[in-house]
């Protein structure tokens, strides 16, 4: 199974940037997961039919606020991802998203615009940066998840 991560789009409407990548590095994924601060409704429509995930971050708009959870577990091929946005500076911010699970394969959060891929006790924890939004001199990115033999691995990818 493949999963298309991405996070803190920071987008008020549709944009080619995020078509290249529901096209691109997105085009075969079996599933999409969205890490929060998407902004605003109809942004995740790039993404037809595919199965797409999301949480709800710190800049969306009200109406996605109500509509998204603020945390979320998500089953693929039997291993479970939880998923949530993060809140706070970025010192400490993995371990007071972990407090708010357990029983997890996978860590996917966003908020820092950083991206992140370790594996820490037996746990992936995996954050894709952010896909279209301010990178802070880093360059934009997004993540893919695969799960092959029960295992969970993470890739990064640094868009143009």
Not at 2 to 30: M, N, Q
Not at 39 to 55: N, R, W
Not at 62 to 69: H, T
Not at 89 to 115: M, Q, W
């Amino acid at each position: 199974m493949k999963i298309g991560v991405l996070s803190d789009t920071h987008l008020t409407g549709y944009d080619g940037r995020l078509k290249e990548i529901a096209e691109g590095p997105f085009g075969d994924c079996d599933m999409i997961l969205h890490a929060g601060d998407i902004v605003a409704e109809g942004v995740l429509e790039v993404f037809g039919t595919k199965d797409v995930y999301a949480v709800r971050g710190n800049m969306d708009v009200l109406s996605l606020q109500r509509q998204l959870p603020e945390k979320l577990v998500v089953s693929a091929s039997g291993l479970r991802i939880g998923i949530m946005h993060g809140w706070g500076g970025p010192f400490g911010i993995e371990k007071r998203i972990l407090n708010e699970f357990s029983d997890i394969d996978c860590l996917v959060y966003g908020h820092t615009h950083h991206a992140v891929n370790k594996t820490v006790d037996g746990l992936l924890i995996f954050n894709p940066g952010s896909a279209t939004g301010r990178t802070m001199g880093r360059k934009n990115s997004v993540g893919i998840l695969e799960i092959a033999d029960h295992k969970i691995r993470g890739r990064i990818i640094k868009l143009a």
